[in-house]
Each structure stands twice: as C-alpha cells, then as structure tokens.
C-alpha cells in the first residue's frame, strides 16, 4: 500500500519545497515558473499538473497546496472530475486493450495521489459524489491486478475509518452541547447541585493542565487542513455559480474548538467569582496560575491563553480586595509571555522554541505544540486577505497559496501527536460537562463578593440583582466544602 510520508518531511529546514520539476511546457494554458519555482497558472494548467502520468508524479507539496487552495475556485467534487476523467482517458485505463505494461506503470501513481488525497483530507469524501468518482476510478484501478485491488481495498478501509471517527466526534459534541447549560439557570433549580468546584475533582494543577491537553489535542486532531481556507472562502470572481459556496463546508470541528477556548476562559471565571470567601477566591486564581505554568511548560499555549483570558475577564480582574491576597509574580511573567504587544513577539518566541523542542524531541511529551488557535486563525486571515486569489492575467496567485500551505501544514504537523498523559476520566468529564456562568452571572456573583465602586457598577448590580437569595444560598453551602 502506498505510504505517505509525516507532514513534518513536507517542509525542509529552509521553508517549503516548491522547486517542482518543469517538464515541457504545459498545453493547458501554462504554468509560471520564476527561478525554477511555481507562482502561478491557469486553473485548468495547475489540475493537469496535479495528475500523474507514466513518467511524472507531481511533488508532495504541490499536491498538498493544491488541493488545499483549489477549494477556493472550484468544488472538491468538480476537482475530483476533473481529476478522473485526465486519468480514465489520458492513461487509457478504460480500455479493455490498452497497454498493460503502461497501465502498470500509471496505476501505483494514480493510486499514490488518491490515498494521499483521502488521507490528508478525508472530510472532502462525505460527499456522495467525491465517494463515487472515486470509487469509480479505484475500480479502473483494481481491475488490473490482484495487487492493486488489495491496495484500493485498503484505501477505503481507511477513509470509511477516519470518517466514521469524525461522525462519532460530532455526537459527542452534540451530546455534550446539549447537557451544558448556563450555571446560573442550574442554580435556579438546583442550588445544591454547584457545591462542587474543580478543586473537589482536582486538587493538583499538573494534573489539571495534563487533562486540558488531552481535550486540546483531542479536538485539534479532528480539524481538518480545508477548514482554515473555508472559514474565509469568499466568491471566486471568474465563477458565475451563484451558490458555489454553499455546499462545501462539511465540517465544524474549527468551529467547536474556538467554542472550547471561550468555554474554558468562562469555566475558569467561573471558578474563581464562585467561592464567598475571599481566601477561597485567592486560593483558585493561585491555582489556575499554576494550571497555566504548566501548560506553557508542556507546550499547551491554547489554555495557557484561554486561563489568562478569563482571570482577566471583568467580573474576575475587578476583585481588588481577593487579587491583593494573591502572589501575581508567576502570573505577571505568564501575561508578559502572552502579552500581544510587537503583534505577540514574546509568545512567538515561545512558539518557535516549542515547535523547534518538537523537531528534535526525545519523547512524546517534548513533541506537543498546541498553538493560540485565534492568533493562527487571524494570521492565516491576514494572509488570505493581503494578497489576491488570481493575478490580473487571471492566473492563478500559487505564490500566496505556497504561504498558505506552510502555515498549514505546521499545524498538521502538531495536531497529529498523541497525548502521552494518563486520562482521567472523572476530570475530564468536568472541564466538559459542569455548568459555567454567563456574563451577567459572572458579574453578579462578583458584586456579591466585592461591592460596586462606581455608579456604572451599580446601576449594572441593580439589573442583576433578581436572583441575589439564590446565588448567596448556593454560595454559602459552597464555602463549606471548600474549607
């Protein structure tokens, strides 16, 4: 079975490899070549540049980027068509009396660009019409030779596998988004039922930090490289379809793990505006202090950054009397390592470091990089709006999709590692499932602790305050516990 090499072989040291092999001058428009690299093309040039023939195989990197950038121009589907058809009547592989040796030449190449395809992109064949063209093609393939059947085989084992994991994926998101609810609308049926806080689950924040990174790796291996080009497709200019965006989106794994992030930061906000006692609020910023060191120290810069964001959430940072109890040295260094001053200087450094530890790491432990997924998102954003999909010739930008594809495929690189922490399951369940306030609940539990200083402070309180005997009812009985 053809094996694709790890994404981390993709790049060399020096960035991307886009030094591809100019052959003869291409009949489909032409491709643009500067200094022996790619930079742009007709569409219709770059799709034949992507097929096989019995004397080329286009470079890995191309066909990541491409196939990754063609989205923005054209339905993976239509693609796939495309695809199919120069392969079935180029290579001459649906007739009955075509060249055998020929045939068994093409065969293990066309069958090489198919498994990389539906391995590094395997949420594109949720499609019915993907699924078809490329059983079809793989049908042409297999009829061969018992070789390439076992192969194809092998193939569609695959895909089905990895495309069954992501509908499983999505039922637990879906059942774990319909049991959470808002704290303050338990607290209103079930006081009771908020005594517990993370540090009855918890009480180690090593451990807690381990268990963040298990949800974090967890939700990044199931976002898929489309996603980032997707999330900001906008209309090709040369497409008249009116709806040709409207079907491609097959996924929302991006989606829910920024909904992660903001669940953390409210999780964490949470915990800390809950306790009545200012001790008990001091004592679980020190925690959470202490969670996030050590997701910066095992590379966790997503709930490093999710921790910050909800102790300085409002409700939290307006706690005067509870911060003046808290040593902030260890948090002052965390903020300054994220401090997005310089377009977040100090954090790329950081990042950096972590991605070249994760180069030349000796454990799985030293591998994890889990970036600030917003700063990715934003970043990839900015190039994508910075430069043009299509020159003014109408070719094809393929130096801004080189770019594109870098930034990419370092992430595909870090999202593939696995956790090497111990799961607990008691834990994780929490950070998942326990009720988290709103920002209205937030900042009425805060004004509850610290009274407000101002009158926009009070003139809020007051609007607040309709549920004040059940919050101090379920505060009271919380503080007992934490004692």
């Given at each position: 079975?053809?094996?694709?090499?790890?994404?981390?072989?993709?790049?060399?040291?020096?960035?991307?490899?886009?030094?591809?092999?100019?052959?003869?001058?291409?009949?489909?428009?032409?491709?643009?070549?500067?200094?022996?690299?790619?930079?742009?093309g007709s569409l219709e040039a770059l799709?034949?540049?992507?097929?096989?023939?019995?004397?080329?195989?286009?470079?890995?990197?191309?066909?990541?980027?491409?196939?990754?950038?063609?989205?923005?121009?054209?339905?993976?589907?239509?693609?796939?068509?495309?695809?199919?058809?120069?392969?079935?009547?180029?290579?001459?592989?649906?007739?009955?009396?075509?060249?055998?040796?020929?045939?068994?030449?093409?065969?293990?190449?066309?069958?090489?660009?198919?498994?990389?395809?539906?391995?590094?992109?395997?949420?594109?064949?949720?499609?019915?019409?993907?699924?078809?063209?490329?059983?079809?093609?793989?049908?042409?393939?297999?009829?061969?030779?018992?070789?390439?059947?076992?192969?194809?085989?092998?193939?569609?084992?695959?895909?089905?596998?990895?495309?069954?994991?992501?509908?499983?994926?999505?039922?637990?998101?879906?059942?774990?988004?319909?049991?959470?609810?808002?704290?303050?609308?338990?607290?209103?049926?079930?006081?009771?039922?908020?005594?517990?806080?993370?540090?009855?689950?918890?009480?180690?924040?090593?451990?807690?930090?381990?268990?963040?990174?298990?949800?974090?790796?967890?939700?990044?291996?199931?976002?898929?490289?489309?996603?980032?080009?997707?999330?900001?497709?906008?209309?090709?200019?040369?497409?008249?379809?009116?709806?040709?965006?409207?079907?491609?989106?097959?996924?929302?794994?991006?989606?829910?793990?920024?909904?992660?992030?903001?669940?953390?930061?409210?999780?964490?906000?949470?915990?800390?505006?809950?306790?009545?006692?200012?001790?008990?609020?001091?004592?679980?910023?020190?925690?959470?202090?202490?969670?996030?060191?050590?997701?910066?120290?095992?590379?966790?810069?997503?709930?490093?950054?999710?921790?910050?964001?909800?102790?300085?959430?409002?409700?939290?940072?307006?706690?005067?009397?509870?911060?003046?109890?808290?040593?902030?040295?260890?948090?002052?260094?965390?903020?300054?390592?994220?401090?997005?001053?310089?377009?977040?200087?100090?954090?790329?450094?950081?990042?950096?470091?972590?991605?070249?530890?994760?180069?030349?790491?000796?454990?799985?432990?030293?591998?994890?990089?889990?970036?600030?997924?917003?700063?990715?998102?934003?970043?990839?954003?900015?190039?994508?709006?910075?430069?043009?999909?299509?020159?003014?010739?109408?070719?094809?930008?393929?130096?801004?999709?080189?770019?594109?594809?870098k930034q990419v495929s370092e992430f595909?690189?870090?999202?593939?590692?696995?956790?090497?922490?111990?799961?607990?399951?008691?834990?994780?369940?929490?950070?998942?499932?326990?009720?988290?306030?709103?920002?209205?609940?937030?900042?009425?539990?805060?004004?509850?602790?610290?009274?407000?200083?101002?009158?926009?402070?009070?003139?809020?309180?007051?609007?607040?305050?309709?549920?004040?005997?059940?919050?101090?009812?379920?505060?009271?009985?919380?503080?007992?516990?934490?004692?």
């Amino acid at each position: 079975m053809p094996q694709t090499p790890p994404f981390s072989a993709m790049f060399d040291s020096s960035g991307y490899n886009r030094n591809l092999y100019q052959s003869a001058e291409d009949s489909c428009g032409g491709l643009y070549y500067h200094d022996n690299n790619l930079l742009s093309g007709s569409l219709e040039a770059l799709i034949q540049h992507l097929v096989p023939s019995v004397d080329y195989y286009p470079d890995r990197t191309y066909i990541f980027t491409f196939l990754l950038s063609s989205r923005l121009f054209m339905h993976p589907y239509e693609l796939m068509a495309k695809v199919c058809h120069l392969c079935v009547e180029h290579q001459r592989l649906s007739e009955p009396d075509g060249d055998k040796s020929q045939i068994r030449k093409i065969a293990p190449k066309i069958l090489q660009l198919l498994t990389e395809w539906t391995e590094t992109f395997p949420y594109d064949f949720r499609d019915e019409r993907m699924m078809r063209n490329l059983k079809d093609l793989a049908h042409q393939i297999a009829s061969g030779e018992e070789t390439y059947r076992k192969n194809v085989q092998q193939m569609m084992q695959c895909l089905i596998r990895k495309l069954a994991a992501l509908s499983q994926y999505e039922e637990i998101l879906a059942k774990i988004s319909s049991t959470s609810t808002d704290r303050l609308t338990v607290l209103k049926a079930k006081p009771q039922s908020i005594q517990r806080g993370v540090l009855t689950i918890c009480s180690d924040p090593y451990t807690l930090a381990q268990q963040l990174t298990h949800i974090e790796l967890e939700r990044l291996n199931y976002i898929g490289p489309e996603e980032f080009v997707q999330a900001f497709v906008q209309k090709d200019p040369l497409d008249n379809d009116k709806s040709c965006y409207s079907e491609r989106k097959k996924t929302r794994s991006l989606e829910a793990y920024v909904e992660w992030f903001n669940r953390l930061s409210y999780l964490v906000a949470t915990e800390i505006c809950m306790p009545v006692k200012k001790k008990h609020r001091a004592r679980m910023i020190e925690y959470f202090i202490d969670v996030a060191r050590e997701c910066f120290n095992i590379g966790n810069f997503n709930s490093l950054m999710a921790i910050i964001s909800g102790m300085n959430m409002s409700p939290v940072s307006r706690l005067k009397k509870t911060w003046a109890k808290v040593k902030t040295a260890k948090f002052d260094v965390l903020e300054h390592q994220m401090d997005p001053s310089s377009n977040f200087y100090n954090y790329r450094t950081a990042l950096r470091g972590a991605a070249q530890r994760s180069l030349t790491a000796h454990s799985s432990r030293e591998k994890i990089v889990i970036p600030f997924f917003s700063l990715l998102i934003k970043d990839i954003y900015f190039l994508n709006e910075g430069c043009a999909n299509r020159l003014p010739n109408g070719h094809v930008n393929f130096e801004k999709f080189w770019e594109l594809a870098k930034q990419v495929s370092e992430f595909m690189t870090w999202k593939q590692v696995e956790c090497p922490f111990e799961r607990d399951r008691k834990i994780l369940q929490y950070l998942l499932t326990v009720p988290v306030f709103s920002e209205d609940a937030l900042y009425l539990a805060s004004y509850e602790s610290e009274g407000p200083e101002n009158h926009i402070e009070k003139d809020r309180w007051k609007s607040l305050r309709w549920v004040p005997l059940l919050f101090h009812a379920a505060r009271i009985s919380r503080c007992c516990c934490l004692k």
